[in-house]
């Protein structure tokens, strides 16, 4: 089940390799396609997941059976090192409470990203060949249980990324796209020498080889005792949480890591902003959860307070720089920034409602950037511009659409009843009741207040009042007496059409029922996260 | 005073030669091909540049049949110590022949030679003397025979590079490849004279034994030595600081030759230079401060990290794609050293394995560029333009061996950097400084490398000619079995690390 979803668009891609690149609308169809199925799938896990099973660490007996679901475990490569003894990688796939939330999450995205990609018409084969492969590796990503499988996908998303911002984005993409590479290259080449210290440190308790297994690394007492990584090797174990910690920052982007995620945002196509911001991000915090925290808990323990001064900086950098911003789709750029802020800031309480609250987030974030970006496309698409004071009284004419960016731009600042309130909620109280996280979250707490600013202040000059002299539309004076709103060379309807309402009405819906019922996410998240906290916990550290 | 040999000796000799010979079946059979290729130059009418490339791509085939044979062979010296067979000479031995039928097979899709020349008739010849060359190199174990391979490689090296007469540039190259060929022998010649003055012996494995013998009693000569012999064995493999020919020869060369010394010579270079160091100068294997003391290793650590460093830093300047190709293989010798200064078995697997990676990614990236330089007529850079929508197979296959040079995943050429990172972790945390070295550079490259896509992608071409691009049908089948290749074996490396595993037992040495 688990290798179909990852599968399901390299299938379609290779498909479409064999499709004429004429045929623009077939390319297109078996993308969706492939998308929809992953979406039935993903309904599927998510009919059938367990939400008992805690996942983190292996079950009884040392087997990650009884522990994680849907496990997919097969031998991949076998071979034997002069020198050394056996080299095993596995296939090995599964999913836990942590990783099933954003399996859902990747395949709706990924689904509304290829919708979103319909109107593109520049060496259409191409991008969907790209898109495809970037949409099974980020899926990849999240079920990969074994590290060396993790980092294949991991950097196979890099290569269609680039090529997605850089063949279609905007005017100034060459720059962007090689930034967003190094950048990511830079973190992730730092994983790799971690990959290889941890597997020559761990073995696994039922084979007694060397493993590349990440549930057998999260378990401390597989580690072998003088190896490099051992417990007692106290320098290298810091040095190797902080050059994942700062592999994986990059990718969320974390303060001071952050200054490619802007760029990228601004360059990428419409589809690639709601792809990167609305599951690329949250890979990097994943792999926090996944990797970083349980393999070095002890570091993790002395470090929570400096990963919450990152993440109150995050939230209250982001949240400036973006009431500063001209650009809509940088604004909404760098309110990302602010909120993955309190992602990190979740993580570092290190408590139950914390890390909650951070899963929680990390989903609801997918979901309402998803539709921020898309609600920017859609102006774009019609004026060209991004620009906020190029608008101005837009609301009269376009009222679906003011609708839908009121709805978002209120879920995104945190408004009670919408999604977002329950994660940012749950996050401060996390924060709040751990005391070494307490005052941060305080001072974070400042974020909410920039965040209402500069969504209110966007929303009142794009939405409110009227046109402005130099705006990028012509009111026009109709027949029936009205004004009517003309925007140049756009020949569709003026109002969101049925192609993007189906796009963002899911979106909107599931905002709105996790904000009323968050159960069918908390759920799933709970014990897994009871689990992590009993792993990170400093009482079973000084047990071991 | 010299004394006649009696009889006996003589019968004994002529017995063991006798012996020898059996051993050395592989290098005969390529000696009378190199002959046979000579003759069908003479007598051949007609299409007799297609029929002596068919038959020079029949007769390597050919070898392959007797270098399998030898498997079965008891693995030793021959012919009085000059000579081995061993598990890590057959691996070079399938190397170079491999490496020797690539080129002919670039050489001809490369339409230049048709241009430039008109007879290829010892240009054939020359690439099996080449690849006798290679495989010698890889078996000598007395430093005789060492020397004389060596030149036997560079002579033949030399008239390759210059072999578009009428081309400055090739001419130019040539020159330039022999002066710096006749200093750095020169200068391996005297190091070898400081060894022999030390122990007055010739045999790798006896100098060994005589150097351990001596203690420290005379290590600063040593270092001279080896300084000396790497400045040899440096220019082989294009190791910084004894590069400086590179990138000119690589540039000036007819691209094939570019293709075939920077794979093929550069890994017979490493052969020698394992065997010589592993065997014949001593190093401490009780505990890890005394190899680090070691002299020749920190030699290489050096010559390592400065190829790492200066060869990726310096591409990123290049303008031209065989000059930029250049410089990363530059870059790549500095990663094979990391996997010699490790000096174990599981080093060396390491390095075998880089070469198998290399060897693919760099014969599939030089062979893409000849096919482009057919059609566009140019290397630089900015004439990439728009080129992935003009050859979109060619453009793909570009990238792919591009992203592997760089050591991206799922590419054969991150199981290579997987697997030196591997050595350099494995033996603890003295050497992860160097793995630091090396991943950082590696980022440095994906910059230079990704200037090729970025310019087949990202930019529009200058000006659209409606210019037919099509490669042909050979060659896009070649490039999709070569793209093909880097990515399953990126995916699936068992089978070729298992090789290099076999291959790294080296006669005269137990590695742990």
């Known amino acids: 089940m688990l290798s179909l979803i990852v599968f399901l668009p390299i299938i379609a891609g290779l498909i479409i390799l064999a499709v004429p690149s004429s045929q623009k609308q077939i390319i297109r169809i078996v993308s969706l396609l492939a998308a929809l199925a992953q979406g039935v799938l993903s309904v599927l896990i998510w009919r059938d997941y367990n939400p008992s099973l805690p996942g983190i660490t292996a079950g009884p007996g040392g087997s990650p059976l009884g522990s994680f679901q849907f496990v997919e475990r097969v031998p991949w490569i076998n071979l034997d090192l002069a020198g050394f003894g056996p080299l095993n990688i596995e296939y090995f796939v599964g999913v836990d409470g942590i990783s099933v939330t954003m399996v859902i999450l990747t395949a709706l995205v990924s689904a509304i990203g290829i919708l979103s990609s319909w109107p593109i018409q520049k060496q259409v084969k191409g991008y969907f060949i790209l898109y495809n492969l970037l949409a099974s590796a980020m899926m990849g990503c999240f079920v990969a249980l074994d590290f060396f499988l993790f980092y294949v996908f991991?950097?196979?998303?890099?290569?269609?990324?680039?090529?997605?911002?850089?063949?279609?984005?905007?005017?100034?993409?060459?720059?962007?796209?090689?930034?967003?590479?190094?950048?990511?290259?830079?973190?992730?080449?730092f994983m790799l020498l971690v990959m290889i210290a941890l597997y020559?440190?761990?073995?696994?308790?039922?084979?007694?080889?060397?493993?590349?297994?990440?549930?057998?690394?999260?378990?401390?007492?597989?580690?072998?005792?003088?190896s490099i990584l051992g417990p007692d090797n106290v320098m290298w174990r810091y040095v190797s949480f902080i050059v994942l910690f700062i592999g994986f920052a990059i990718k969320v982007p974390m303060f001071p890591f952050h200054t490619w995620l802007p760029d990228a945002h601004v360059e990428a196509p419409t589809p690639i902003s709601v792809i990167l911001a609305g599951v690329l991000l949250k890979l990097g915090t994943y792999g926090m959860i996944r990797i970083n925290f349980p393999i070095f808990p002890e570091v993790f323990q002395a470090g929570m307070y400096v990963i919450g001064i990152f993440g109150a900086i995050n939230i209250i950098y982001g949240a400036m720089c973006a009431l500063a911003q001209q650009d809509l789709k940088k604004m909404v750029a760098y309110s990302s920034i602010s909120h993955m802020g309190y992602v990190l800031l979740g993580l570092s309480a290190g408590n139950s409602e914390g890390m909650v609250g951070a899963l929680y987030q990390m989903f609801n974030h997918g979901t309402i950037t998803a539709m921020l970006f898309l609600l920017v496309g859609v102006i774009y698409d019609r004026a060209h511009t991004r620009q906020i004071d190029k608008f101005g009284g837009l609301a009269s004419h376009m009222p679906h659409y003011a609708a839908f960016v009121t709805v978002a731009w209120f879920a995104s600042l945190g408004l009670p009843g919408l999604s977002g309130f329950i994660s940012e909620a749950l996050v401060f109280v996390g924060a709040f009741s751990s005391v070494t996280t307490r005052y941060i979250a305080m001072v974070s707490v400042l974020g909410i207040v920039f965040g209402a600013a500069y969504l209110l202040?966007?929303?009142?000059?794009?939405?409110?009042?009227?046109?402005?002299?130099?705006?990028?539309?012509?009111?026009?004076?109709?027949?029936?007496?009205?004004?009517?709103?003309?925007?140049?060379?756009?020949?569709?309807?003026?109002?969101?059409?049925?192609?993007?309402?189906?796009?963002?009405?899911?979106?909107?819906?599931?905002?709105?029922?996790?904000?009323?019922?968050?159960?069918p996410i908390l759920g799933m998240l709970t014990s897994s996260i009871n689990k992590l906290v009993e792993v990170l916990s400093p009482v079973v550290l000084s047990q071991l | 005073m010299f004394e006649l040999p009696s009889g006996a000796e003589i019968q004994g000799i002529i017995a063991s030669l006798k012996v020898s010979v059996g051993f050395f079946i592989p290098e005969i059979y390529l000696s009378l091909l190199f002959m046979l290729l000579i003759v069908v130059d003479l007598v051949a009418k007609g299409r007799k540049n297609t029929m002596l490339a068919i038959s020079t791509l029949v007769g390597l085939a050919g070898s392959f049949f007797f270098i399998y044979q030898q498997h079965s062979l008891q693995m030793g010296e021959i012919f009085f110590g000059m000579y081995v067979l061993d598990e890590f000479a057959?691996?070079?031995?399938?190397?170079?022949?491999?490496?020797?039928?690539?080129?002919?097979?670039?050489?001809?899709?490369?339409?230049?030679?048709?241009?430039?020349?008109?007879?290829?008739?010892?240009?054939?010849?020359?690439?099996?003397?080449?690849?006798?060359?290679?495989?010698?190199?890889?078996?000598?174990?007395?430093?005789?025979?060492?020397?004389?391979?060596?030149?036997?490689?560079?002579?033949?090296?030399?008239?390759?590079?210059?072999?578009?007469?009428?081309?400055?540039?090739?001419?130019?190259?040539?020159?330039k490849y022999l002066v710096y060929g006749a200093v750095s022998s020169g200068l391996m010649v005297y190091g070898f004279s400081l060894i022999y003055g030390l122990t007055a012996e010739t045999n790798l494995i006896k100098i060994g034994v005589a150097l351990a013998?001596?203690?420290?009693?005379?290590?600063?000569?040593?270092?001279?030595?080896?300084?000396?012999?790497?400045?040899?064995?440096?220019?082989?493999?294009?190791?910084?600081?004894?590069?400086?020919?590179?990138?000119?020869?690589?540039?000036?060369?007819?691209?094939?030759?570019?293709?075939?010394?920077?794979?093929?010579?550069?890994?017979?270079?490493?052969?020698?230079?394992?065997?010589?160091?592993?065997?014949?100068?001593?190093?401490?294997?009780?505990?890890?401060?005394?190899?680090?003391?070691?002299?020749?290793?920190?030699?290489?650590?050096?010559?390592?990290?400065?190829?790492?460093?200066?060869?990726?830093?310096v591409a990123l300047w290049q303008k031209n794609v065989k000059r930029m190709l250049a410089y990363s293989s530059i870059a790549h010798a500095g990663y094979l050293l990391l996997g010699i200064i490790v000096m174990g078995k599981f080093g060396t697997q390491a390095t075998l394995f880089y070469l198998l990676s290399y060897f693919l990614m760099n014969f599939g990236a030089f062979y893409v560029v000849i096919l482009i330089a057919n059609k566009t007529g140019s290397e630089n850079l900015d004439d990439y333009r728009g080129l992935g929508k003009k050859m979109p197979l060619a453009g793909a296959a570009l990238t792919v061996f591009l992203v592997s040079l760089v050591g991206l995943p799922p590419t054969l050429g991150f199981i290579g950097k997987l697997m030196i990172f591997s050595a350099?972790?494995?033996?603890?945390?003295?050497?992860?400084?160097?793995?630091?070295?090396?991943?950082?550079?590696?980022?440095?490259?994906?910059?230079?490398?990704?200037?090729?896509?970025?310019?087949?992608?990202?930019?529009?071409?200058?000006?659209?000619?409606?210019?037919?691009?099509?490669?042909?049908?050979?060659?896009?089948?070649?490039?999709a079995v070569l793209m093909f290749m880097t990515i399953y074996f990126g995916l699936y490396f068992a089978p070729l690390s298992d090789f290099a595993k076999y291959s790294s037992a080296m006669f005269g040495i137990s590695l742990n």
């Open chain 2, 424 to 479: 350099l972790i494995a033996k603890g945390s003295i050497y992860i400084w160097l793995a630091f070295i090396g991943i950082m550079t590696s980022v440095i490259s994906l910059y230079y490398y990704m200037l090729i896509p970025l310019n087949m992608y990202l930019r529009e071409p200058r000006q659209m000619d409606e210019k037919d691009m099509n490669p042909g049908l050979f060659a896009q089948v070649l490039m």
């Open chain 2, 213 to 313: 013998a001596d203690g420290n009693a005379h290590s600063l000569l040593l270092m001279m030595a080896s300084l000396l012999v790497i400045a040899g064995f440096g220019y082989k493999i294009g190791a910084v600081p004894f590069h400086f020919w590179t990138p000119d020869v690589y540039e000036g060369a007819p691209t094939p030759i570019t293709a075939y010394l920077s794979v093929a010579s550069k890994a017979a270079g490493f052969a020698l230079l394992m065997r010589f160091f592993y065997i014949a100068i001593p190093h401490g294997t009780s505990t890890i401060s005394s190899q680090t003391g070691n002299d020749w290793i920190t030699l290489l650590l050096i010559l390592s990290v400065a190829s790492m460093i200066y060869g990726n830093v």
């Open chain 1, 200 to 226: 020559f440190s761990v073995t696994d308790p039922v084979t007694g080889n060397h493993t590349f297994s990440l549930v057998a690394m999260a378990t401390q007492s597989n580690f072998i005792k003088d």
């Open chain 2, 90 to 175: 057959l691996f070079f031995k399938y190397f170079s022949v491999l490496s020797g039928m690539l080129a002919v097979i670039v050489t001809m899709a490369d339409e230049q030679f048709e241009r430039e020349v008109k007879s290829m008739g010892e240009y054939y010849a020359l690439i099996v003397s080449m690849v006798i060359g290679m495989i010698m190199m890889a078996s000598s174990s007395d430093l005789m025979m060492i020397f004389l391979s060596m030149e036997l490689v560079s002579f033949t090296a030399y008239i390759l590079t210059g072999y578009f007469k009428r081309d400055q540039r090739s001419s130019e190259a040539a020159l």
């Open chain 1, 457 to 519: 202040w966007s929303l009142q000059r794009m939405f409110l009042g009227q046109r402005k002299p130099d705006a990028a539309y012509d009111l026009v004076a109709g027949e029936d007496g009205h004004e009517h709103i003309h925007f140049h060379d756009w020949k569709g309807k003026i109002d969101l059409d049925a192609r993007e309402l189906v796009m963002l009405v899911p979106l909107l819906v599931i905002t709105i029922v996790l904000g009323v019922y968050p159960m």
């Open chain 1, 154 to 189: 991991w950097e196979v998303m890099l290569l269609p990324m680039y090529f997605l911002i850089g063949i279609w984005g905007g005017p100034n993409r060459e720059y962007a796209a090689i930034k967003f590479f190094l950048y990511t290259l830079f973190g992730s080449v």
